[in-house]
């Protein structure tokens, strides 16, 4: 048919790329002690890399993201990437003039190193051998992949969530390989609040006896424990406003059932995003990605860690959403005062939205005129 | 950027003078900057390194999405955080009328600026004076147009006023001018003489003693 040739057409192709590296006897040594290697990071890559190598921006996906941000793997796909709405040519984060790099995270499952790869001596999955890791590992990781890549200096580093940690490690770590950062709905410490979701999401997982202790790869696994822990998370990433506008409480069904089966719409939602989760995400790297945030803390004892003289030639633009409980604006403002002490340039907007922690992703205009115009201005800077 | 967008011509009057009084290369905070004309003017004529505070989640959109440094928030907060003489200048246009505890406020500007440019509506300006000797009304002009209910300005300041305020709480005026504007304030000239009676609004530089 003419029109699906046409509509294949438009799609934009993008393909998913390896890079190994901590090969035996260089492994990385991990922030516990420990020792892993050979890491792989699965990553994708959009636009051109100019010839002074200073157009390249990384961004960093949230806890179950993947590198697929934008485009189509294959022509049959029929959902582009998480962050199509906001990155590819033309839109805000413009691929015509910025070349963009995304990488799965270590410890996740989609590609790079995780819990359920397999063991380099015994070559079954890692299981709990796994090390833990932190959201420091996987900034040291990409920082690998981005030597590889040949760039000295990114011109922007940007993420949401889990993302705008790995965002704030990158300043603190690698100041002078940053010239500007956009951390987006995110904190510089995780909150009680989130520490105990996240806590009821494991529990949730560990409590299921098909988890066997992490051992489970060749069976179904803890599928009920997982689409329960993504509930929790999908409660979190919306709110009350958004709730009611989704759901209220409208039915499922025409009338009640009164049993345990879903009666209402917010049910069969939690229900279908857990059964979707289940379908593409490993329990193991939801246990250790939770704990890696849990363990977020940039201002643990007396200092901040982003107090730094290096943070001060680094340009912020930190975005908050008012509806956003799981990373309230205050959290947000907080890394802004940090930031202010230090001398740094930075900006701070508080977008009106209902959509809860999620708003970051949904296609919202004031959050692309922010991001575009601040890209503009830090490229026209640094060219 | 255009330069219809940074032009002197279009900007409010006294953000002209106080635009004129501006080192190049300074670095600049602008509390209540509003759409952030003088930031670009600054910015773009002047390759002042500047800084933005304003309360209003559109208008700090505005100025980021061309190209400023802009905070969201209420900027009596905000301005604790910055260490001292982090700015050379620091811009208060318009708001001193609004502000609940001027004192503190103007000492912590001091403190965070080497220098704080300050402008405000001239409550003695002759209208003012006129509405209430002969109409027994609070004055209601271009540059106050605001009735008592509706007012967002909680203090009344004159030049004369304010003169005795800084004397009284040891801050010294290093330049000052009063301006008579019209045109909706985009226009206006200087007034020399009788400047508590001639003048809309009174701008002056200030430093610590």
Redesign the interface.
């Known amino acids: 048919m003419v029109t699906s040739t046409d509509n294949n057409k438009r799609k934009t192709l993008v393909e998913r790329q390896y890079y190994t590296f901590a090969h035996p006897p260089d492994e990385m040594v991990l922030d516990c002690g420990e020792k892993l290697g050979p890491i792989t990071l699965a990553y994708e890559t959009w636009g051109t890399l100019n010839a002074q190598k200073n157009n390249a921006i990384l961004i960093h996906h949230a806890f179950s993201g993947d590198s697929h941000v934008a485009g189509y793997l294959k022509e049959e796909d029929e959902r582009p990437g998480w962050w199509d709405n906001m990155v590819g040519p033309d839109k805000p984060i413009d691929t015509n003039k910025y070349f963009v790099i995304c990488s799965n995270i270590l410890g996740s499952c989609v590609g790079s190193t995780g819990p359920s790869s397999p063991h380099p001596v015994t070559g079954k999955p890692y299981g709990l051998s796994f090390p833990m890791v932190t959201i420091k590992d996987m900034v040291r990781a990409q920082k690998e992949l981005i030597d590889h890549l040949g760039i000295k200096k990114l011109l922007s580093v940007i993420g949401g969530s889990v993302g705008g940690m790995q965002v704030l490690r990158w300043c603190v770590e690698y100041p002078e390989m940053v010239h500007s950062a956009i951390p987006l709905a995110t904190t510089l410490r995780h909150s009680a609040q989130a520490i105990a979701f996240n806590e009821v999401a494991r529990q949730a997982i560990m409590a299921d006896p098909d988890w066997n202790q992490g051992d489970y790869y060749n069976g179904s696994g803890p599928t009920h424990g997982l689409a329960v822990a993504r509930m929790i998370g999908h409660v979190t990433y919306l709110s009350d406003d958004a709730m009611r506008e989704k759901f209220g409480r409208r039915l499922y069904r025409d009338t009640l059932s009164f049993g345990f089966d879903s009666d209402f719409q917010v049910e069969s939602y939690l229900h279908h995003q857990g059964k979707k989760f289940v379908d593409r995400f490993d329990a193991n790297s939801l246990l250790y990605i939770t704990k890696a945030a849990d363990y977020f803390d940039l201002a643990r004892g007396d200092g901040s860690m982003l107090v730094n003289e290096g943070l001060a030639n680094v340009?912020f633009?930190v975005v908050s959403f008012s509806s956003d409980w799981l990373y309230p604006t205050y959290q947000s403002?907080a890394l802004?005062?940090v930031l202010?002490?230090n001398?740094s340039?930075?900006?701070?907007?508080?977008?009106?939205a209902q959509g809860g922690h999620d708003a970051f992703l949904l296609p919202n205009e004031?959050l692309n005129?922010?991001i575009?115009?601040?890209l503009?201005?830090v490229y026209?800077e640094q060219c | 950027m255009n330069n219809a967008d940074t032009s002197c011509a279009t900007m409010r009057f006294d953000l002209q003078v106080i635009a004129s009084w501006i080192a190049p290369g300074s670095r600049v905070l602008d509390l209540g900057c509003a759409n952030g004309d003088l930031l670009a003017y600054l910015k773009e004529h002047r390759k002042v390194?500047g800084?933005g505070i304003d309360f209003s989640?559109e208008k700090?959109?505005h100025c980021?999405?061309?190209?400023?440094?802009?905070?969201?928030?209420d900027f009596r907060e905000?301005v604790g955080?910055?260490?001292k003489n982090?700015f050379d200048v620091v811009v208060l246009s318009q708001t001193l009328q609004q502000i609940r505890d001027p004192r503190e406020l103007l000492l912590d500007l001091l403190r965070i600026g080497k220098r704080v440019i300050v402008s405000f509506p001239n409550f003695a300006h002759w209208s003012c004076r006129l509405q209430v000797l002969f109409f027994g009304t609070a004055p209601v002009t271009d540059q106050l147009p605001y009735d008592w209910y509706n007012t967002p300005n909680i203090r009344v300041i004159s030049i004369r006023d304010f003169h005795r305020f800084l004397h009284m709480i040891g801050v010294r005026v290093v330049k000052e001018v009063a301006i008579n504007t019209h045109h909706h304030d985009c226009k206006g000239n200087t007034v020399r003489y009788f400047k508590n009676f001639r003048a809309t609004y009174g701008i002056m530089m200030l430093e610590r003693v």
């Open positions: 340009t633009l403002k802004v005062s202010k002490k001398g340039d930075v900006s701070f907007c508080e977008v009106e004031r005129g922010l575009n115009g601040f503009d201005r026209d | 390194k800084t989640e700090v959109a980021i999405e061309r190209g400023l440094t802009v905070l969201q928030g905000e955080d910055y260490p982090r």
